[in-house]
């Protein structure tokens, strides 16, 4: 995830045990992006991450947490994302890493149906799950390159609600994908 | 320097660039960017009422 060229330059910020990495977006407007990387717990042997994409509008002082933006330049973004993973590795080592689309919640499916003109069925919204499947096809797609570096997990929310950490399929759509940083004795999972 | 906002397209050199980087990220440390920090925390913690003990 290191190996891109077409990124833009990234600033880390460290703040407690959150990591911070901000750049600029140059598309159609110039926009302030910081990808966060914040605790959630410590999870028997490691701390557990989320990864989140904000915009920072600096003229009002506002965060504007996964928006959609259309700057144009869509795929220099998520390289640029990529790129911070093993920034964010270099510094929490031993973190355990969730990734997962604020397109996947119940919230975003309820507010699109309130504006969307598709006449998406009940149970299926086809604007959802789009952000998080764009990283598991970039899983999918380089799997036996990235898991020389790292270890990846299915995420599944089971009948109550919890979740649950399974061995990556590439054949099954999560909604959450987790990983971590192989060590030198680690096996498959 | 005059600063850009999102529906600014002035083209930025390298070094204002780098100027408003480290600007945002003084701001941050200074933890002046409370809308942020709550939705983190809300997210943390929806996170944390999910998590299986088996995780």
């Known amino acids: ?189 | 320097m005059t600063m850009t906002s999102k529906n600014n397209k002035k083209k930025l050199t390298r070094q204002e660039k780098s100027e408003l980087l480290d600007m945002v990220a003084a701001k941050f440390k200074k933890g002046s960017n409370n809308s942020l920090l709550e939705y983190i925390e809300r997210q943390r913690e929806a996170i944390r009422r999910s998590i299986s003990p088996t995780l």
């Not at chain 1, 407690?16 to 990495?21: A, G, I, K, M, T």
């Not at chain 1, 928006?67 to 031993?94: E, M, R």
């Not at chain 1, 089971?158 to 099954?172: A, T």
């Open chain 1, 1 to 189: 995830m290191s190996h891109f060229t077409d990124t833009y330059e990234i600033r880390s910020k460290i703040s407690e045990r959150d990591v911070h990495f901000f750049f600029f977006s140059e598309g159609k407007k110039n926009i302030i992006k910081v990808v966060l990387y914040y605790y959630v717990l410590d999870l028997q042997e490691y701390p557990l991450y989320n990864l989140a994409l904000s915009d920072y509008d600096i003229s009002t002082n506002s965060y504007h947490i996964d928006k959609t933006t259309d700057n144009g330049d869509a795929y220099k973004v998520f390289h640029t994302v990529l790129a911070t993973i093993p920034c964010f590795f270099s510094i929490w080592q031993n973190a355990m890493l969730m990734v997962q689309g604020s397109d996947s919640t119940q919230e975003f499916q309820d507010n699109c149906r309130l504006t969307c003109k598709k006449r998406c069925p009940l149970a299926e919204c086809r604007n959802a799950h789009r952000r998080i499947n764009i990283y598991r096809n970039y899983v999918n797609k380089n799997f036996d390159s990235l898991t020389k570096e790292y270890i990846f997990y299915g995420g599944i929310i089971d009948i109550d609600n919890q979740l649950l950490k399974v061995e990556y399929n590439k054949e099954n759509n999560y909604r959450i994908v987790l990983l971590k940083k192989r060590k030198f004795d680690d096996h498959d999972i």
